[in-house]
């Protein structure tokens, strides 16, 4: 399994719960991405866009969160700067983007989000730190394929920056919910993300 340590929040001393990845990548995701490099950047391009205006959605979809609306203005501009970063290095490979294809992964996961305003604002944070824990270790293995040069350090930068925004969102759980029934349904949706990835085929593709 993988594992994403968790930092003590600077107040409390509080353990935030923690996120363990179900189902580790296996090294044939990382070939078939290797083989067909300029899609996989393509549709990476296209989840640092769709990850900005995620959460430019979570602030205005919650306004009355106040501490949610600063973080994700701070998470919307951060992913804003990745998609920049991905602009600029598709250009000089001559690559340009393309309409946005639908994610088998995300459309699953986003069927097991509960209804009712308060399960579903939980799932909505959990799951979104299930994602970019995902993204964090699927681009820390791009890192580790990759030949040394100046694609390899900026996947190390992305997989780093994704471990931040893994937390963020579990900590902000914490901070609406208890953290027992964060840390129980955290559970169940990683089960469920696990069960979700394995069986789905690998593409060149971030999921």
Known sequence: MFRLETAIESEGRKMLPELVLRHE??????????????????????????????????????PDRRELVLEMVELAREELVHFQQMLNLLDGRGLVLMKDEKDPYLKELRNRMRNGREEYFLDRLLLGGIVEARGCERFGLMAGA??????????????????????????????????????????ELLDDEGEILARLPHRAALH
């Open 146 to 187: 990759l030949p040394e040069g100046s694609l390899q350090e900026f996947y190390e930068q992305i997989a780093e920056s994704e471990a931040r925004h893994h937390e963020l969102f579990v900590r902000l759980a914490t901070l609406y919910f208890p953290t027992v029934a964060v840390e129980k349904r955290l559970n």
């Open 25 to 62: 990548t296996p090294r044939e995701w990382v070939d078939v991405v290797l083989g067909d490099l300029d899609s996989f950047l393509l549709d990476h391009a296209s989840n640092e866009r769709k990850a900005s205006a995620t959460a430019m959605s979570m602030l205005a979809h919650y």
